[in-house]
């Protein structure tokens, strides 16, 4: 051990820390059954609430139903955006222990334009279908919405 007249001195060095460990990747199965607890647990009570509240019946949200997708979709980017930002995680996420972070740093939370972009990705993502097999052939399992936000998700124990 040095002493600290040493090392204020400038006689020996001091010791750097490690770098922080990072925590694992979220297993692919558990990102899947969090995306699917969160369709009911956020998207199907919106959806309800629009048919049968705001638009009437299945018949008038048929009939309007690029409005309806509309009343739909705003609430639910608002919400998941939201927690994203403010909690790093939805409740399906919570559930699976799985965390949304930054790429550099996991477990900070990402902000309201990398949730955005993540939000926004995560269906052309779906769509290509390369999107999420990207995450086969990775190491980190990144799928292409975590590459174009710059966002990771990331197991973590209790937070």
Do not use: C
Not at 2 to 21: E, F, H, I, L, N
Not at 41 to 50: D, E, N
Not at 103 to 116: K, V
């Amino acid at each position: 051990m040095a002493r600290w007249r040493d090392v204020k001195q400038g006689r020996t060095s001091r010791p750097t820390p490690p770098p922080p460990k990072l925590p694992p990747p979220a297993p692919i199965a558990a990102r899947l059954k969090a995306f699917l607890t969160d369709t009911f647990m956020i998207t199907m009570p919106i959806f309800y609430i629009v048919i049968y509240l705001v638009m009437g019946s299945r018949e008038a949200f048929h009939a309007n139903m690029a409005q309806g997708w509309l009343f739909i979709i705003i609430p639910h980017y608002l919400i998941v955006t939201l927690l994203w930002v403010f909690k790093g995680q939805t409740p399906g996420m919570k559930a699976y222990g799985i965390r949304v972070g930054r790429w550099r740093d996991p477990l900070r939370p990402i902000n309201f334009l990398q949730a955005t972009l993540r939000y926004f990705a995560m269906p052309l993502s779906i769509i290509s279908i390369v999107g999420l097999l990207i995450a086969l052939f990775r190491s980190d399992r990144a799928t292409l919405h975590d590459m174009i936000s710059l966002s990771r998700m990331v197991l973590v124990e209790d937070l």
